[in-house]
């Protein structure tokens, strides 16, 4: 969506934003179509689970899916697609990461860290703590050395035969992987989250899946419903921005700083220090 609008000064606030998906152009890799299908149908996710991390695995019990946990009200809250435990009671959280993030292994640190502390409740000793594995399903290679799947445990950098045995695990799964020497049904699942056709039982059962979907008229709602908030929200922030722009503007002209008012969008020191004398000002006015 583009809406275009100028401020008071004359600057074009033209702001891009990619388009939405109608509900029927949704896919497995979208967010929404990949937390409903994985969250209605248990054994479809223990067999993606099961190829992705390459052993068998028995049954899977949600534990919530997009489950939302907060340790505190001042420390930044993590919403999981899916998250789920094992028949051992081996904690897993899968995720389907579409755009390249560079903070994407701390953001897989954090992710490990508070799913620690949501399996650890008072009382409890910390070998009490399951095994846990944060997975992401990535449409591109995360970390540029063309494997398929990167699984990290923490091992002695002095001696690698030592494994700290922590029971983490960090899994980065490259759909964008091209070779043919991986196992059929993982080169079938890569090509179908690439936009290929569906080439093997899963990705048939999948794409399947997405159809019955497709004719789920409350889930539809649900997503346009969910579509209508987060356009409300993003254009509260907007005006919050244009907002903030205009004070800016005008606390620049009035103290003869406009250079460094131009120089703060290309130089965001030069931003936020700007920001802070317009505040303080702001106070003292």
């Not at 996710?45 to 028995?58: D, F, G, H, Q, V």
């Not at 789920?84 to 897989?108: C, F, H, N, W, Y």
């Not at 993003?234 to 244009?242: H, K, L, P, S, V």
Request: charged share 35%.
């Amino acid at each position: 969506m583009s809406t275009n609008s100028k401020n008071e000064n004359g600057h074009d606030n033209t702001t891009n934003y990619p388009r939405h998906k109608a509900y029927q152009e949704l896919t497995f890799t979208d967010d929404y179509m990949f937390c409903r299908i994985m969250q209605s149908e248990p054994e479809l996710c223990r067999r993606l689970i099961e190829l992705l991390l390459c052993r068998p695995i028995a049954k899977v019990e949600y534990i919530d899916s997009q489950h939302v946990l907060s340790i505190d009200s001042d420390i930044k809250s993590v919403r999981f697609d899916v998250y789920l435990k094992d028949e051992a009671g081996t904690v897993i959280d899968l995720e389907m990461q579409v755009s390249r993030k560079p903070e994407l292994p701390r953001r897989s640190r954090y992710y490990q860290s508070i799913n620690d502390i949501d399996h650890l409740g008072a009382g409890m000793e910390y070998e009490q703590l399951p095994e846990s594995y944060v997975i992401f399903i990535c449409l591109f290679d995360p970390f540029n050395k063309n494997l398929p799947r990167y699984e990290f445990r923490e091992l002695c950098t002095d001696d690698t035969t030592i494994a700290l045995d922590d029971g983490t695990y960090k899994v980065f799964i490259n759909a964008d992987y091209k070779q043919d020497d991986i196992p059929i049904e993982m080169r079938a699942l890569f090509d179908y989250l690439c936009g290929k056709e569906p080439d093997s039982d899963l990705t048939r059962d999948i794409a399947e899946s997405i159809a019955r979907a497709k004719k789920n008229r409350k889930w539809e709602r649900e997503y346009v419903q969910f579509i209508e908030k987060m356009m409300e929200e993003r254009n509260i922030g907007r005006a919050e921005a244009w907002d903030e722009s205009a004070r800016l503007f005008a606390f620049a002209k009035e103290t003869g700083r406009l250079d460094e008012y131009g120089q703060a969008f290309e130089d965001e020191a030069v931003r936020q220090k700007l920001l802070a004398d317009m505040q303080e000002y702001e106070h003292r006015s």
